[in-house]
């Protein structure tokens, strides 16, 4: 059967959609990190459709990089994870907010 | 090289004031001092070489200095100084010197700093009058603007946050807006030239569609009325003067409003001569304005400095006024009101610095009387209030009669109504008067008249504006062949288009 | 691969081999000091190849790399900032964390990925340097875990970071669909003047990871957070190495492919610079951190820099060029004071900490002072030269509404610059104790280092033309 | 000789120069003797160059010395140059010799007072000035003098400072003759777009080719000049000025507000006087303004009881004579009767000021009387001055000056009955309020103990000021009687002659009306204030009557008028406008800013998911742009 990259391409926004918005809607930072890499894998498929169109090895090399790229974020982000579980007693991003602007704070001038 | 030379003398003389403070108090004071009487004696040598001769009207350069800066935008640094120049460098170290000794004893926390900044910003003015280089000029432009931040902001009075920023803020607008406009200019006339330089001499010749010019030229005029500061851009003014240190005010109201006229006269006359005709119409009304506004102002003010500082907007409205009527004679006033307001409104927040000194409060309602106490201040004040509302014998009078009869030439409604501005100086300077050194004495514990010190600021004042007053001649001599060589440039037949109302 | 090209690499070799002594140094149980030594030779020694290649560039590693003068300068610019954040962050960890030997290593690999994207030229190169970047950021941001809130920053830069670099490659995936190729030019010669659409949304989606580095509005949410919540040297890093990378990699291909001629590409980077100009500088108004507000600042900051970026042309190549040096200077000065009057228990990032400095530490606060009317723009200052090429060269063009957008909102800026200056000339509240100096050499290098930025910053800003004709030889070595 | 002049003014800016700057430290006596002497010796210089001007007429009728350049553009010069020439002369005699005698006179009327040398220093300044504006030989430099005198009036108005009526007062002056002396300069300013020159003899002679009589712009120049010396010279509507000037010390009143200062005006009308004919306009402006003021204030001198104040108005009312004069183009009868004037008014206000100094500060008449016996010289010397100011018939000085210009107010060729009407109507009030004044103040009987009496220093003033009020009108007699005219022979060396108009009755009929009327004014005053002062009370009874009354108490009004009309409503417009209204323009913006920074803060809550969705926005947006961009 015929290879047609446009549809490939449709499925890779799909999904890449999808991650988005799982990590719009997800509270817990675990299924957050799981939805990017849902997205960056959507890329990653994009890439090998673009490859294959164009009949070059580059859009493999590319996933490959990927693969590697998104297990490095996915260590550094678990062990992110651990230590604010650690540290607040919950996975909900929700109740990281210490960082803001404190408008109320500000003084008069 | 002199001019440059100037320039060093006050950086050098700051720096050292700063440094020196860590060991010595006193010697800083002096050193200032020295600095600026440097200068001064400079200033007054060039005019003993030069102040005599009549150069003629196309290259009226005294001196001219040039070296390159940057020349990969064809920034050089270019200074030259003509009679206009050389006046206002004179007035210039006049009053810095006064600055510095009327803050001889008012300052007492960190001196050195002070010292800094009050030479820095000395420098910065002497800078912007003899620049002809626009990168340059925009360079001492903006460099007067941060250490005068600094004098109002640490050392001036209870509000003198809010005043600070607020003069920082709006002289910044217009600088800026000043440089998209040097900047447009710049390349329009490097197109023509084929050569990029931001030299006054090279943009001089430039030629532009009217639209574009109008745009490039209000660009200018909006930064120099800002600084002159013409109504509605003049609310940066009341707040700086009566904030500000005496010396602050002193330097604010005696020279940094006249490098805006300054450079109305130097650059947007001779750059844009046909377009600010259009403009000059407006001007002028925009000047009447101010005059009768500021006035009506000042009178209803109770904070001395602010009064004064609203008598500083009614006068540099009759500096507008003369300098778009087009007239040599208006011309030759204003450069004398630049001059004499200097020296009378200077004196009067010299002045208002020495009663809050001894009475720590600047609410004319709470004076009164002072003359009892105070003869010898109370016959300096009145002398100076006398010149403010354009007394004769008094240097003010000739300015503005030179003003008003050169511009009655060219616009006769305006300058009726400019001359109504007589009468209203005369309301709110009798008031200052009346509610200061006389009426029934309201504290009767008897304060000190002038010290030494004070008594010669004051004299050195006096003597400055009696004598522009009763020979003012030495003065025009050294601007008329400006004023003529820029006759020849803008072409003040100019004026012959304007509306020249006959009376009916 | 020949000789050439590994001499022309030999700069990025180093680099990448610092990291690696570093884990051997500490394998081999050396100390703080040593360690941190051996960095600041690694990035001298840096420094001395990129100056004794730079006869046989420009040198094309096809096809992932190109090593020119424009390379050269970012690199330059790179690891001058890792010096000085290196030497900032001696005192500040070994105060505050039992291990800082490992940091180093971090610092030194992502500055590796910045020096890697000043010399990509092909999809794949950056990516690769981008990620390498983020990735030992996350670490760097969350070094300190256990205090300031530096877990939740990094977390989220994160998380951010990551969403924004799957936009990269979705949006390179589909330039690489459209074009059949990942190396710039070659996408430059595929394309030619007509961009497809499909091109331009991978363009756009591109966008939003550069516009993420770059913190530009509406990209810019996460920079406040974490500078605040970084470590101080870290945060001068981001500030000055990591924008400086991407800076570099988003004017390398919008030189390349040509950009800006497209008006669509044109109007979204105008349209990002106004709105990163007005809400960066509106953002900073009222702050009373001084880290978020460097933060909001460096906003600003950055779309004046894309107005630099807009005429897509030499002027804006030199302007933005030495916009960045002025700024990265000014910035690591900032940073480095915070870093300095910082206690072991937090950072001095509250505005009030400053009342009086002037008073307490005049020399600190004159070095304070330059830096910020360096970013105000005021005369005297490299900062003035930098937003004068930069209006230059914007009026150049006649992009007149970006050029009066900056005036304007530079206009507002002043105030919050204002605002810390007279803080720092206030009257001092009471003389706060004399804490003693524990590292006095540290501490004095860093003193003394402090002062010669401060003296460079004042130097380019009174005689620029020495730089500026550095920057244009660079740059004529660079044609690709 | 010329070179004489320049000590004239010299002489006393000299002595205001050593008082102002050292006389706080000279004792009384020294300060006396500079402040009197300095003038005395400018009035002997002044009669010498006199005599050689009469005896040996220079060319041009007129001595010049020129001082400096004073400045010079392209096409306007202006030079420190003196003139003197006939009028001037006169002029000069009156300030110099009348100011010696007032100054004697000070030095023991001020003796008791603090800021003696301050005094003195301010009334040299004063004769400086003034003689200043009338030596003048250009209009700029006349201009400084007239500035320079309403200084110098505003110095001495308010000279005891410490009383805030005075210094009102004081200000006041200066703010109506200020608004006069706008006008002038907008007048100077037209001249010279005119002219081209401000030179006095220059003007002299090119007005007369450069307009033809009655053209617009000649008119206006000449009717602004005439505002000039309205406001000087407090003629109606600028007049309210004067009385309140009586605040200040009564030898200030005698020099400034009745002989030289307020005459100015007429010195200026009289100086311009080719300008003011060739415009018969302002000439008939000048004449009504002369008459009707002299009718008003006679009316407001009936009522007053300060006897300062009476002799404020009767002051105003005597120079409307003068203006009436000039009006009608009897430029000498003009000049004459300032010259007499000058003498009785001076020496009634000393006069008075010896009776109110010796009845401990007592300004109102009804509490004085029957001084006629206790204080003989006063009474004498004012009986003398009073008679002149009434102008009674042939033995005083008052008849010659202003016979003459009821005479010519008719017969003169812009005169009309209409004038001499009113003019006559004045004759009769004056007559009538001076009468008043002689018996409620001499005669009678005692209410006030007199303190101490005034010494050599000051009566000896008086009584040659007496004798010069008698005398003074016998070098000018009406031409039917005897034919003397030594007065009009001298000043009409500059001014021109006086042309009378065919066809009217015969002069001697106008003298002998005059006189009646006089007479009858003095004898009204008689019945009223002495014989049977019944009818005085019958009406006072009468409400008409008494509102009358205050009408003219209170100056026809004017004050209030002014109060409401232009006072009130500028102290309202500077008190609401006081916080400048531009200023709320920065304040909006600062505002504004600020709401815009807590609304961006808002985007900034910390919420990752939240700066997710900012960065969906963007790419939404980047998107959007792409879509429909």
Redesign the interface.
């Given at each position: 059967m015929p290879f047609n990259p446009q549809a490939v391409l449709i499925v890779a926004a799909i999904l890449f959609v999808l991650g988005l918005v799982g990590v719009l809607t997800r509270k817990n930072i675990i299924f957050i990190l799981v939805s990017v890499e849902i997205m960056l894998n959507a890329a990653g498929l994009a890439f090998v459709a673009a490859g294959a169109r164009w009949g070059q090895p580059d859009g493999q090399v590319m996933f490959l990089f990927i693969l590697a790229m998104a297990a490095s974020e996915v260590s550094v982000g678990l062990a992110l994870v651990m230590q604010t579980h650690r540290q607040h007693k919950t996975l909900d991003v929700q109740e990281l907010r210490e960082l803001r602007d404190k408008t109320e704070e500000y003084s008069s001038i | 090289m002199i001019l440059a030379w100037m320039i060093i003398i006050l950086m050098a003389g700051g720096l050292i004031c700063w440094l020196l403070a860590r060991w010595n108090k006193e010697v800083v004071k002096w050193v200032a001092l020295l600095a600026v009487l440097l200068d001064l004696i400079l200033a007054c040598s060039i005019w003993w070489q030069h102040g005599g001769v009549p150069t003629s009207g196309a290259n009226a350069w005294l001196i001219d200095y040039k070296a390159a800066w940057v020349p990969t935008y064809g920034i050089s640094f270019h200074m030259a100084a003509d009679g206009l120049s050389l006046v206002m460098l004179l007035l210039t170290y006049f009053l810095g010197t006064l600055s510095v000794l009327c803050s001889w004893n008012e300052v007492k926390g960190r001196i050195g700093f002070y010292y800094f900044n009050l030479l820095f910003t000395l420098t910065g003015i002497s800078g912007v009058f003899v620049a002809l280089d626009l990168f340059l000029f925009y360079f001492f432009w903006e460099v007067m603007l941060v250490p005068m931040f600094f004098l109002i902001a640490i050392w001036g009075d209870s509000n003198r946050r809010y005043a600070a920023y607020k003069f920082f803020i709006f002289t910044q607008a217009g600088g800026l807006l000043m440089l998209i406009s040097i900047l447009a200019l710049y390349f329009i006339a490097s197109a023509q030239n084929g050569a990029f330089s931001f030299d006054y001499t090279d943009l001089l010749g430039t030629t532009m569609q009217a639209s574009t010019a109008r745009w490039i030229m209000l660009g200018f005029l909006l930064a120099f009325v800002i600084k002159l500061p013409m109504v509605p851009f003049h609310n940066w003014l009341p707040d700086a003067h009566s904030e500000a240190p005496t010396a602050g005010s002193l330097i604010l109201a005696g020279l940094l409003l006249k490098t805006g006229a300054y450079g109305i006269i130097r650059f947007v006359l001779p750059l844009f001569p046909q377009v600010t005709a259009d403009v000059a119409w407006w001007a002028m009304l925009l000047g009447v304005v101010g005059i009768i506004y500021g006035a009506l102002l000042a009178f209803a003010q109770t904070d001395i400095k602010r009064l004064i500082a609203y008598t500083s907007v009614s006068h540099m409205g009759f500096v507008l006024v003369g300098i778009f009527a087009f007239r040599e004679m208006a011309m030759q006033g204003v450069v004398m009101q630049m001059v004499t307001h200097g020296i009378s409104t200077g004196a009067l927040f010299v002045l208002a610095g020495m009663l809050k000194e001894r009475l720590h409060t600047r609410d004319i309602g709470r004076m009164g009387g002072l003359w009892t106490s105070m003869p010898a201040m109370g016959g300096v004040a009145m002398l100076f209030t006398m010149a403010s509302l354009g007394l004769p014998f008094l240097g003010n009078f000739i300015a503005e009669f030179l003003i008003l009869m050169g511009s009655f030439g060219s616009n006769v409604v305006i300058t009726v109504l400019a001359t109504l501005g007589l009468v209203f100086s005369a309301l709110y300077s009798l008031r200052l008067l009346q509610k200061v050194f006389l009426g029934q004495p309201s504290s009767h514990i008897s304060l000190p008249d002038l010290s030494m010190r004070e008594m010669l600021i004051m004299a050195s004042l006096t003597i400055a504006i009696v004598l522009l007053g009763l020979y003012p001649q030495p003065v025009m001599n050294l601007v008329s062949p400006v004023i003529k060589g820029m006759e020849k440039s803008v072409s003040f037949e100019m004026n012959n288009h304007q509306s020249v109302i006959s009376i009916p | 691969m020949t000789s050439v090209q590994l001499l022309a690499l030999l700069p990025f070799m180093l680099l990448a081999t610092a990291s690696i002594i570093v884990i051997l140094l500490i394998a081999f149980k050396q100390s703080h000091t040593v360690i941190q030594v051996t960095g600041f030779l690694m990035m001298c020694s840096v420094i001395l190849a990129m100056w004794y290649v730079r006869d046989v560039l420009p040198v094309a590693v096809l096809p992932l790399l190109v090593v020119d003068g424009f390379a050269a300068i970012f690199t330059g610019m790179i690891i001058f900032s890792v010096l000085v954040v290196g030497l900032f962050s001696f005192i500040y960890f070994e105060e505050r964390e039992e291990n800082p030997k490992e940091y180093y290593i971090l610092l030194f690999l992502s500055t590796l990925g910045a020096a890697v994207l000043t010399i990509s030229r092909h999809f794949i190169s950056l990516f690769i340097g981008l990620e390498l970047l983020s990735v030992s950021l996350y670490a760097l941001i969350a070094y300190l875990r256990t205090r300031n809130n530096a877990v939740e920053a990094g977390l989220k830069y994160l998380v951010l970071a990551a969403v924004s670099s799957a936009f990269l490659l979705f949006g390179m995936a589909l330039i690489y669909m459209e074009t059949g190729s990942m190396e710039f030019n070659a996408i430059a010669q595929k394309t030619g003047t007509t961009l497809s659409p499909l091109f331009v949304t991978g363009v756009g989606l591109m966008v939003v990871a550069i516009g993420f580095k770059l913190a530009i509005v509406p990209f810019h949410l996460w920079a406040a957070d974490v500078y605040q919540g970084a470590p101080a040297p870290v945060t001068s890093f981001i500030a000055t190495v990591s924008k400086i990378g991407v800076f570099a990699v988003l004017l390398r291909f919008g030189q390349a492919v040509h950009l800006q001629a497209n008006s669509l590409a044109f109007t979204i980077f105008a349209a990002l610079a106004i709105l990163s100009m007005i809400a960066g500088n509106i953002l900073a108004l009222r702050q009373d951190n001084i880290k978020r507000l460097l933060a909001y600042s460096s906003i600003a900051h950055f779309g004046y820099l894309i107005v630099a970026f807009l005429p897509g042309n030499e002027a804006g190549v030199e302007a933005s060029m030495f916009y960045l040096l002025a700024y990265s200077i000014t910035t690591l000065v900032a940073f480095g004071i915070i870093t300095l009057l910082s206690t072991r228990e937090r950072d001095a990032e509250k505005l009030e900490g400053y009342r009086g400095l002037f008073w307490r530490h005049p020399i600190l606060a004159a070095v304070l002072t330059v830096a910020l009317l360096s970013l105000a723009g005021i005369p005297l200052t490299g900062g003035f030269i930098g937003k004068f090429a930069v209006l230059t060269s914007g009026v150049q063009q006649g992009l007149w509404a970006p050029v009066i957008v900056l005036v304007l909102t530079s206009v507002v800026g002043i105030y919050y610059y204002l605002r810390i200056l007279t803080t720092l000339f206030a009257e001092a509240p009471s003389i706060a104790k004399k804490e003693k100096v524990l590292h006095p050499f540290f501490y004095n290098a860093m003193y003394a280092a402090l002062i010669v930025l401060a003296v460079i910053l004042l130097g380019i800003g009174v005689f620029p033309s020495g730089v500026m004709n550095g920057i244009k030889e660079f740059l004529a070595i660079g044609g690709q | 000789m010329n070179n004489l002049l320049a000590l004239i003014p010299a002489l006393p800016l000299a002595g205001f120069l050593i008082l102002?700057l050292t006389g706080?430290h000279l004792p009384k006596s020294i300060i006396a003797g500079i402040g009197a002497g300095s003038v005395s010796a400018a009035a002997l210089i002044t009669i010498f160059i006199g005599m050689q001007f009469l005896q040996s007429p220079p060319t041009g009728n007129a001595y010049t010395q020129t001082l400096?350049?004073?400045?010079?553009?392209?096409?306007?010069s202006a030079g420190?140059d003196l003139r003197m020439d006939a009028l001037t002369l006169v002029f000069v005699f009156i300030i110099t010799f009348v100011g010696a005698l007032i100054h004697i006179y000070s030095t023991a009327f001020m003796r008791h007072d603090r800021d003696y040398a301050?005094f003195f220093a301010s009334m040299n300044l004063f004769v400086c000035s003034m003689l200043l504006l009338v030596m003048a030989d250009n209009l700029?430099l006349m201009?400084?003098g007239w500035?320079?005198v309403g200084?110098c009036s505003?110095?001495l108005i308010?000279f005891w400072?410490?009383?805030?009526a005075n210094?009102a007062a004081a200000?006041k002056a200066?703010?109506i003759t200020?608004?006069g002396?706008?006008a002038m300069?907008?007048g100077?300013?037209?001249l010279?777009?005119e002219l081209g020159t401000l030179n006095i003899p220059e003007i002299m002679t090119q007005a007369p080719a450069h307009f033809q009589p009655g053209a617009?712009?000649v008119t206006?120049i000449a009717l602004l000049l005439l505002a000039g010396g309205m406001g000087k010279s407090a003629q109606l509507p600028l007049q309210t000025w004067l009385p309140d000037a009586m605040a200040g010390p009564s030898p200030v009143s005698a020099l400034i507000h009745a002989a030289t200062m307020v005459t100015a005006g007429v010195y200026l009308i009289a100086r311009m006087h080719v300008v003011f004919q060739l415009s018969p306009v302002a000439m008939a402006a000048t004449a009504a303004i002369g008459a009707i003021t002299l009718f008003v204030a006679g009316c407001s001198a009936m009522a007053q009881t300060d006897i300062k104040r009476i002799l404020a108005y009767s002051t105003i009312s005597q120079i409307g004579y003068m203006f009436l004069a000039l009006g009608v183009g009897a430029w000498s009868a003009g000049i004459f009767h300032f010259f007499t004037h000058a003498f009785f008014k001076a020496l009634l206000f000393l006069a008075a000021g010896a009776v109110i100094e010796s009845l401990h500060h007592e300004h109102n008449i009804f509490r004085m009387g029957g001084l006629k016996d206790r204080m003989p010289v006063v009474f004498w010397t004012f009986l003398a001055g009073a008679a002149a100011l009434a102008a009674l018939p042939l033995i005083s000085a008052g008849f010659y000056s202003k016979d003459q210009i009821l005479w010519y107010a008719w017969s003169a060729q812009n005169g009309n009955p209409m004038l001499w009407l009113v003019a006559i109507a004045g004759a009769l009030i004056t007559a009538f309020y001076t009468t008043r004044l002689m018996i409620v103040v001499f005669w009678g009987d005692m209410k006030t103990h007199i303190g101490e009496r005034p010494g050599k220093a000051m009566t000896i003033p008086l009584m040659i000021l007496a004798v010069l009020s008698i005398v003074a009108g016998f070098i000018e007699w009406p031409h039917n009687l005897v034919h003397l005219s030594l007065f009009s022979d001298l000043v009409q060396r500059y001014l021109p002659e006086t042309l009378l108009q065919e066809g009217h009755p015969p002069e001697i009929i106008f003298q002998l009306v005059a006189a009646a009327v006089t007479l009858l004014g003095v004898y009204a005053g008689y019945v009223l204030y002495y014989k049977n002062t019944s009818i005085l009370e019958q009406w006072k009874a009468s409400p008409a009557m008494l509102s009358l009354r205050n009408f003219f108490y209170k100056g026809w009004g004017f004050d209030d008028l002014y109060d409401t009309v232009f006072v009130r409503p500028f102290y309202f417009?500077?008190?609401i406008?006081?916080s400048?209204v531009?200023?709320l323009?920065?304040k909006g913006i600062a505002t504004t800013?600020?709401r815009?920074?807590?609304w961006?803060?808002f985007?900034?809550?910390?919420?990752?998911?939240?700066?997710?969705?900012?960065?969906?926005?963007?790419?939404i947006?980047?998107?959007g742009?792409?879509i429909w961009?």
């Amino acid at each position: 059967m015929p290879f047609n990259p446009q549809a490939v391409l449709i499925v890779a926004a799909i999904l890449f959609v999808l991650g988005l918005v799982g990590v719009l809607t997800r509270k817990n930072i675990i299924f957050i990190l799981v939805s990017v890499e849902i997205m960056l894998n959507a890329a990653g498929l994009a890439f090998v459709a673009a490859g294959a169109r164009w009949g070059q090895p580059d859009g493999q090399v590319m996933f490959l990089f990927i693969l590697a790229m998104a297990a490095s974020e996915v260590s550094v982000g678990l062990a992110l994870v651990m230590q604010t579980h650690r540290q607040h007693k919950t996975l909900d991003v929700q109740e990281l907010r210490e960082l803001r602007d404190k408008t109320e704070e500000y003084s008069s001038i | 090289m002199i001019l440059a030379w100037m320039i060093i003398i006050l950086m050098a003389g700051g720096l050292i004031c700063w440094l020196l403070a860590r060991w010595n108090k006193e010697v800083v004071k002096w050193v200032a001092l020295l600095a600026v009487l440097l200068d001064l004696i400079l200033a007054c040598s060039i005019w003993w070489q030069h102040g005599g001769v009549p150069t003629s009207g196309a290259n009226a350069w005294l001196i001219d200095y040039k070296a390159a800066w940057v020349p990969t935008y064809g920034i050089s640094f270019h200074m030259a100084a003509d009679g206009l120049s050389l006046v206002m460098l004179l007035l210039t170290y006049f009053l810095g010197t006064l600055s510095v000794l009327c803050s001889w004893n008012e300052v007492k926390g960190r001196i050195g700093f002070y010292y800094f900044n009050l030479l820095f910003t000395l420098t910065g003015i002497s800078g912007v009058f003899v620049a002809l280089d626009l990168f340059l000029f925009y360079f001492f432009w903006e460099v007067m603007l941060v250490p005068m931040f600094f004098l109002i902001a640490i050392w001036g009075d209870s509000n003198r946050r809010y005043a600070a920023y607020k003069f920082f803020i709006f002289t910044q607008a217009g600088g800026l807006l000043m440089l998209i406009s040097i900047l447009a200019l710049y390349f329009i006339a490097s197109a023509q030239n084929g050569a990029f330089s931001f030299d006054y001499t090279d943009l001089l010749g430039t030629t532009m569609q009217a639209s574009t010019a109008r745009w490039i030229m209000l660009g200018f005029l909006l930064a120099f009325v800002i600084k002159l500061p013409m109504v509605p851009f003049h609310n940066w003014l009341p707040d700086a003067h009566s904030e500000a240190p005496t010396a602050g005010s002193l330097i604010l109201a005696g020279l940094l409003l006249k490098t805006g006229a300054y450079g109305i006269i130097r650059f947007v006359l001779p750059l844009f001569p046909q377009v600010t005709a259009d403009v000059a119409w407006w001007a002028m009304l925009l000047g009447v304005v101010g005059i009768i506004y500021g006035a009506l102002l000042a009178f209803a003010q109770t904070d001395i400095k602010r009064l004064i500082a609203y008598t500083s907007v009614s006068h540099m409205g009759f500096v507008l006024v003369g300098i778009f009527a087009f007239r040599e004679m208006a011309m030759q006033g204003v450069v004398m009101q630049m001059v004499t307001h200097g020296i009378s409104t200077g004196a009067l927040f010299v002045l208002a610095g020495m009663l809050k000194e001894r009475l720590h409060t600047r609410d004319i309602g709470r004076m009164g009387g002072l003359w009892t106490s105070m003869p010898a201040m109370g016959g300096v004040a009145m002398l100076f209030t006398m010149a403010s509302l354009g007394l004769p014998f008094l240097g003010n009078f000739i300015a503005e009669f030179l003003i008003l009869m050169g511009s009655f030439g060219s616009n006769v409604v305006i300058t009726v109504l400019a001359t109504l501005g007589l009468v209203f100086s005369a309301l709110y300077s009798l008031r200052l008067l009346q509610k200061v050194f006389l009426g029934q004495p309201s504290s009767h514990i008897s304060l000190p008249d002038l010290s030494m010190r004070e008594m010669l600021i004051m004299a050195s004042l006096t003597i400055a504006i009696v004598l522009l007053g009763l020979y003012p001649q030495p003065v025009m001599n050294l601007v008329s062949p400006v004023i003529k060589g820029m006759e020849k440039s803008v072409s003040f037949e100019m004026n012959n288009h304007q509306s020249v109302i006959s009376i009916p | 691969m020949t000789s050439v090209q590994l001499l022309a690499l030999l700069p990025f070799m180093l680099l990448a081999t610092a990291s690696i002594i570093v884990i051997l140094l500490i394998a081999f149980k050396q100390s703080h000091t040593v360690i941190q030594v051996t960095g600041f030779l690694m990035m001298c020694s840096v420094i001395l190849a990129m100056w004794y290649v730079r006869d046989v560039l420009p040198v094309a590693v096809l096809p992932l790399l190109v090593v020119d003068g424009f390379a050269a300068i970012f690199t330059g610019m790179i690891i001058f900032s890792v010096l000085v954040v290196g030497l900032f962050s001696f005192i500040y960890f070994e105060e505050r964390e039992e291990n800082p030997k490992e940091y180093y290593i971090l610092l030194f690999l992502s500055t590796l990925g910045a020096a890697v994207l000043t010399i990509s030229r092909h999809f794949i190169s950056l990516f690769i340097g981008l990620e390498l970047l983020s990735v030992s950021l996350y670490a760097l941001i969350a070094y300190l875990r256990t205090r300031n809130n530096a877990v939740e920053a990094g977390l989220k830069y994160l998380v951010l970071a990551a969403v924004s670099s799957a936009f990269l490659l979705f949006g390179m995936a589909l330039i690489y669909m459209e074009t059949g190729s990942m190396e710039f030019n070659a996408i430059a010669q595929k394309t030619g003047t007509t961009l497809s659409p499909l091109f331009v949304t991978g363009v756009g989606l591109m966008v939003v990871a550069i516009g993420f580095k770059l913190a530009i509005v509406p990209f810019h949410l996460w920079a406040a957070d974490v500078y605040q919540g970084a470590p101080a040297p870290v945060t001068s890093f981001i500030a000055t190495v990591s924008k400086i990378g991407v800076f570099a990699v988003l004017l390398r291909f919008g030189q390349a492919v040509h950009l800006q001629a497209n008006s669509l590409a044109f109007t979204i980077f105008a349209a990002l610079a106004i709105l990163s100009m007005i809400a960066g500088n509106i953002l900073a108004l009222r702050q009373d951190n001084i880290k978020r507000l460097l933060a909001y600042s460096s906003i600003a900051h950055f779309g004046y820099l894309i107005v630099a970026f807009l005429p897509g042309n030499e002027a804006g190549v030199e302007a933005s060029m030495f916009y960045l040096l002025a700024y990265s200077i000014t910035t690591l000065v900032a940073f480095g004071i915070i870093t300095l009057l910082s206690t072991r228990e937090r950072d001095a990032e509250k505005l009030e900490g400053y009342r009086g400095l002037f008073w307490r530490h005049p020399i600190l606060a004159a070095v304070l002072t330059v830096a910020l009317l360096s970013l105000a723009g005021i005369p005297l200052t490299g900062g003035f030269i930098g937003k004068f090429a930069v209006l230059t060269s914007g009026v150049q063009q006649g992009l007149w509404a970006p050029v009066i957008v900056l005036v304007l909102t530079s206009v507002v800026g002043i105030y919050y610059y204002l605002r810390i200056l007279t803080t720092l000339f206030a009257e001092a509240p009471s003389i706060a104790k004399k804490e003693k100096v524990l590292h006095p050499f540290f501490y004095n290098a860093m003193y003394a280092a402090l002062i010669v930025l401060a003296v460079i910053l004042l130097g380019i800003g009174v005689f620029p033309s020495g730089v500026m004709n550095g920057i244009k030889e660079f740059l004529a070595i660079g044609g690709q | 000789m010329n070179n004489l002049l320049a000590l004239i003014p010299a002489l006393p800016l000299a002595g205001f120069l050593i008082l102002s700057l050292t006389g706080r430290h000279l004792p009384k006596s020294i300060i006396a003797g500079i402040g009197a002497g300095s003038v005395s010796a400018a009035a002997l210089i002044t009669i010498f160059i006199g005599m050689q001007f009469l005896q040996s007429p220079p060319t041009g009728n007129a001595y010049t010395q020129t001082l400096w350049q004073w400045m010079q553009t392209e096409n306007f010069s202006a030079g420190i140059d003196l003139r003197m020439d006939a009028l001037t002369l006169v002029f000069v005699f009156i300030i110099t010799f009348v100011g010696a005698l007032i100054h004697i006179y000070s030095t023991a009327f001020m003796r008791h007072d603090r800021d003696y040398a301050r005094f003195f220093a301010s009334m040299n300044l004063f004769v400086c000035s003034m003689l200043l504006l009338v030596m003048a030989d250009n209009l700029v430099l006349m201009y400084l003098g007239w500035e320079g005198v309403g200084l110098c009036s505003f110095l001495l108005i308010g000279f005891w400072y410490e009383t805030p009526a005075n210094v009102a007062a004081a200000n006041k002056a200066f703010y109506i003759t200020r608004i006069g002396d706008t006008a002038m300069a907008i007048g100077l300013f037209l001249l010279f777009r005119e002219l081209g020159t401000l030179n006095i003899p220059e003007i002299m002679t090119q007005a007369p080719a450069h307009f033809q009589p009655g053209a617009s712009n000649v008119t206006w120049i000449a009717l602004l000049l005439l505002a000039g010396g309205m406001g000087k010279s407090a003629q109606l509507p600028l007049q309210t000025w004067l009385p309140d000037a009586m605040a200040g010390p009564s030898p200030v009143s005698a020099l400034i507000h009745a002989a030289t200062m307020v005459t100015a005006g007429v010195y200026l009308i009289a100086r311009m006087h080719v300008v003011f004919q060739l415009s018969p306009v302002a000439m008939a402006a000048t004449a009504a303004i002369g008459a009707i003021t002299l009718f008003v204030a006679g009316c407001s001198a009936m009522a007053q009881t300060d006897i300062k104040r009476i002799l404020a108005y009767s002051t105003i009312s005597q120079i409307g004579y003068m203006f009436l004069a000039l009006g009608v183009g009897a430029w000498s009868a003009g000049i004459f009767h300032f010259f007499t004037h000058a003498f009785f008014k001076a020496l009634l206000f000393l006069a008075a000021g010896a009776v109110i100094e010796s009845l401990h500060h007592e300004h109102n008449i009804f509490r004085m009387g029957g001084l006629k016996d206790r204080m003989p010289v006063v009474f004498w010397t004012f009986l003398a001055g009073a008679a002149a100011l009434a102008a009674l018939p042939l033995i005083s000085a008052g008849f010659y000056s202003k016979d003459q210009i009821l005479w010519y107010a008719w017969s003169a060729q812009n005169g009309n009955p209409m004038l001499w009407l009113v003019a006559i109507a004045g004759a009769l009030i004056t007559a009538f309020y001076t009468t008043r004044l002689m018996i409620v103040v001499f005669w009678g009987d005692m209410k006030t103990h007199i303190g101490e009496r005034p010494g050599k220093a000051m009566t000896i003033p008086l009584m040659i000021l007496a004798v010069l009020s008698i005398v003074a009108g016998f070098i000018e007699w009406p031409h039917n009687l005897v034919h003397l005219s030594l007065f009009s022979d001298l000043v009409q060396r500059y001014l021109p002659e006086t042309l009378l108009q065919e066809g009217h009755p015969p002069e001697i009929i106008f003298q002998l009306v005059a006189a009646a009327v006089t007479l009858l004014g003095v004898y009204a005053g008689y019945v009223l204030y002495y014989k049977n002062t019944s009818i005085l009370e019958q009406w006072k009874a009468s409400p008409a009557m008494l509102s009358l009354r205050n009408f003219f108490y209170k100056g026809w009004g004017f004050d209030d008028l002014y109060d409401t009309v232009f006072v009130r409503p500028f102290y309202f417009l500077t008190r609401i406008n006081k916080s400048d209204v531009f200023d709320l323009l920065n304040k909006g913006i600062a505002t504004t800013s600020q709401r815009l920074n807590e609304w961006f803060s808002f985007s900034q809550n910390g919420s990752l998911r939240w700066y997710v969705v900012g960065v969906l926005i963007g790419i939404i947006f980047v998107l959007g742009l792409q879509i429909w961009g």
